[in-house]
Structures are given as C-alpha cells and as structure tokens.
C-alpha cells in the first residue's frame, strides 16, 4: 500500500510538471508574439541626434567624443556635427553610422537582424526588476552567426511588450577581438521607441579593452514600422580600427 502511495505521488508530480512546462511554452509563445506585435506596430524617430564616447575601460578620460546627426528616412544620413580627441573615435563611430543606415534604408536587413522568432531561438528564464519595475526576461540564442546578432537576455516590458534592455556577447568579426560584450537601453515615452543608451565593450588583443557608449540628446519621431531601425548595430566590426 505504501508503495503505491508513493508511485500515486511520483505520478501527479510528473503530471504536474508537464503541465507546468506546456504552461511555460504557452506563455512564452504568447510573449514573443505580443512582443513581435508591439515592435511592429510602434513609432519610432526618423531623425536623432547622439553623443558618442569612446574609453579605455575602468578609465575616467574619455579618448574622444562625437556628436552625430541621424536621418534614418530613405536612403538614410548622416553628419558629424562635433568631434573632439583621438580622431579613432570618428572611425568608429562613422563605422557604426554607415552600417545602420544601411539597415534602415534596407527592409531585407532590417527583417534578418530584427529580435524575432525568424532569428532567435528564446527562453523564458522568469522575471527581472530594472530601475524598479517587473520585466519578462527572455534567453535569446540567434538561429545562425551573424554580427547583428547576440547571445544575451531581453527585458521586456510586461504592459507593452516592448523591449527595455537588450545585453549579451556579439560575434566577434576578428581573431583580434577576443569577446564583445553589448547593451542597448531603450525607453517608450508617448508611445515612440527610442534607443536611449548603448554600451560596446571589445576585448581586442594587444590594445587592450575599449568602451564605446552613446546617448540621445534628442529625436524626432515618425510613424514607421520599429524593424527599419530595430537591429542591433555591429559593434563588434567598428570597435576595431582600419
């Protein structure tokens, strides 16, 4: 009798567990398909202005700081407005701007590198408290090497779906870089989401680690589809000099 008691217990846990897991697919389907929705269906500027600095890492002197223009209407745009320091970061930055206006200005790109089921696997790992407040966070594995695309978590907002943080390890484009590590912050006020602030540290051998961060100074807003701009730029491929 004990022993059946204990096969009954050992069956409704398994059963339980199932039923938990089945629960846990439904739901991220349901948050990837919500989340996808809301990125498709989002405004975003067309015009943003950004303050670039680039850094040795744990290192207080910025090396050089660039102030750009964007215009991300087709074909796409852009301008240097300011430059100050070592003229690296310029390059890079320039680097960085000629890649995503050439996502933007394309919906071919703009789709393959675009937070989607078309090109991660994800998981849904709970929940995350940032700056206070509850986020779905999510696994993302990419379907395929790409330097668009990260392995990393994405924090998404749980009343739009919208992404708060995206962070992870890029596709390294060299044997000079060793790892890259990335982190967009994006916010949705009135409704327009914008890219807030990005971070890119690169490991790269022999020069040792550079950061490269950018914030928006101010933007302009449109109603356009989110994945014309939606792809993570390729950091990775910038951070090293020509």
Do not use: C
């Amino acid at each position: 009798m004990g022993m059946r008691i204990i096969l009954a217990m050992v069956l409704g846990l398994t059963v339980t567990l199932a039923r938990g897991s089945s629960n846990s697919e439904s739901d991220l389907t349901s948050i990837v398909q919500k989340m996808e929705r809301a990125q498709a269906e989002v405004s975003i500027p067309n015009h943003v202005k950004r303050d670039y600095r680039l850094s040795r890492v744990n290192s207080a002197k910025v090396d050089s700081e660039v102030i750009a223009v964007i215009d991300f209407r087709a074909p796409g745009k852009y301008s240097i407005e300011k430059r100050s320091g070592s003229s690296m970061g310029t390059q890079v930055v320039k680097r960085i701007l000629e890649q995503e206006v050439g996502i933007g200005a394309s919906s071919q790109k703009s789709r393959s590198a675009a937070v989607t089921r078309e090109n991660y696997l994800f998981s849904y790992l709970g929940e995350a408290v940032l700056d206070g407040q509850s986020y779905y966070l999510l696994r993302l594995v990419p379907r395929r090497k790409q330097p668009e695309l990260i392995t990393g978590q994405a924090w998404v907002d749980k009343q739009s779906f919208l992404i708060r943080r995206l962070a992870g390890m890029a596709k390294s484009p060299s044997i000079w870089v060793k790892k890259i590590h990335v982190q967009f912050d994006f916010d949705s006020p009135k409704g327009v989401w914008v890219l807030n602030n990005m971070e890119a540290v690169a490991d790269v051998r022999f020069l040792g680690a550079r950061k490269l961060t950018s914030h928006v100074m101010n933007y302009e807003a449109a109603s356009v589809v989110a994945d014309k701009i939606g792809a993570v730029p390729p950091i990775a491929a910038v951070l090293l000099p020509k």
